[in-house]
């Protein structure tokens, strides 16, 4: 991984500024390329999963989440440069529901079909309302996918 990415993720994670969710958002992202040859192939979720889960948990604070980013632009340029697509898919979406529903549908075809669509964005909606914290309400949307 680059030196600047490290640099910089040390610096975010002791950032106060920014959500657990974003930190792990960040080092994904930017440590991602590094993984090209699936070395971590099977310790980590394939990125057909991880991405559109990430993309679902960070549409349930859009304005918060668009606002930290833009902090991060600011203070973290490199690893900024490795989310700014993530950035400006969500800043176009002015309505979140069809990038929503892209989402689901994409992790919904990465479960196989096991799981539809309307399932993953009801269990999203409903451990959200419930955590205060994204990071934590990921774990627990990740454990209730594995049941599947």
């Known amino acids: 991984m680059n030196d600047s990415y490290t640099n910089e993720l040390k610096k975010l994670y002791d950032d106060a500024k920014v959500c657990t969710l974003l930190q792990e958002v960040c080092e994904y992202y930017a440590t991602r390329s590094g993984y090209e040859d699936n070395s971590l192939e099977d310790e980590i979720e394939p990125r057909e999963i991880v991405e ?55 992790l919904s075809v990465a479960m196989d079909g096991k799981i539809s669509s309307a399932q993953i964005y009801d269990e999203i909606e409903r451990i959200c309302s419930r955590c205060q914290d994204l990071s934590e309400a990921m774990d627990e949307f990740y454990g209730w996918l594995h049941r599947f």
Request: aromatic letters at 10%; a negative charge.
């Open 52 to 106: 559109p889960v990430y993309m679902l948990f960070l549409l349930q604070q859009r304005e918060e989440i668009l606002d930290e980013l833009s902090y991060i632009c600011k203070r973290y340029p490199n690893l900024f440069a490795q989310v700014k697509p993530l950035y400006d898919n969500i800043l176009v979406h002015m309505d979140v529901r069809p990038l929503e529903s892209e989402n689901a549908h994409r």
